[in-house]
């Protein structure tokens, strides 16, 4: 059975003890109800290691939102796989599209952070989505099997099994317009067939494949009730303890 997961990406908000107070603010409302998914926080690296000391790890795991394309050394300002991996984190958000739209993240250095990131014992969430030109002109399944081939197709199916996949269509994100549900799972399903064409059935049924742009509480159930849609990757929601819990409640 795949995981079913809702993770957090606070993008570059939040002071170290403002995302101390949101992240315990998380965990107290996941200790008074179990959530019944797995939670991930992703943080800026400078919360890391005070995140993952300030949350019980049975209910919050914690991810960074990057890492480098090197393994160590002269690469002023980086952070690499290893010292992510020494924070305690267990998730590495990889592909965001605002990394590859501002930082010209391409799949060509993409793959080497993948590789680097299962090197050093992190999962990744790899993310994958259309714009909107290539949405209007019906290019989505071909530019998300092609992110995928080319930063991952490479990977082992043992390798593959600790990637998560989010797909999140950039016309969505932090836009306030949602991919509808049927729109949804129409390309989630179609992801999976891709994975299913390389890996086979079993790893294309096991793999975790999160919807990513504008979610909130009022969409969530609907999105996630899709069979293909496995959870969500929240931005904007994902800055108030309540507006996550509601999403995470989205899973009875
Ligand atoms: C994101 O950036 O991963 C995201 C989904 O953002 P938002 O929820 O704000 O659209």
Redesign the pocket.
């Known amino acids: 059975m795949r995981k079913k997961i809702v993770a957090g990406?606070w993008?570059m908000n939040n002071t170290l003890q403002e995302g101390v107070k949101l992240a315990q603010d998380v965990n107290a409302i996941l200790a008074k109800e179990a959530p019944k998914c797995t939670v991930i926080l992703g943080t800026p690296f400078i919360h890391l290691a005070d995140v993952v000391r300030n949350v019980d790890n049975k209910l919050v795991k914690v991810s960074a939102e990057n890492c480098a394309d090197k393994e160590k050394g002269a690469y002023t300002g980086e952070v690499s796989a290893a010292m992510v991996k020494s924070t305690g984190a267990e998730y590495v958000i990889l592909g965001?599209?605002?990394r590859r739209a501002y930082y010209g993240e391409t799949d060509e250095i993409l793959k080497n952070k993948v590789d680097l990131a299962l090197a050093n014992g992190l999962q990744v969430i790899f993310?994958i989505g259309e714009v909107l030109e290539q949405r209007e002109a019906n290019q989505q399944n071909e530019v998300v099997k092609a992110q995928v081939e080319n930063a991952l197709f490479h990977l082992s199916a043992e390798q593959f099994s600790q990637i998560v996949l989010?797909y999140?269509p950039v016309w969505?994100?932090?836009?306030g317009k949602t991919a509808t549900s049927a729109q949804a799972e129409e390309i989630h399903a179609y992801i999976r067939s891709v994975v299913a064409a390389k890996y086979g059935n079993q790893v294309a049924d096991d793999t975790t494949i999160l919807y990513?742009?504008?979610?909130k509480a009022s969409n969530a159930p609907e999105l996630f009730a899709q069979p293909d849609v496995d959870g969500g990757?929240?931005?904007?929601?994902?800055l108030k303890a309540e507006d996550f819990h509601g999403i995470i409640a989205a899973f009875k």
């Open positions: 990406n993008k965001h599209s605002e993310c989010a999140e969505a994100i932090g836009t990513g742009g504008s979610c990757l929240i931005g904007g929601a994902s």
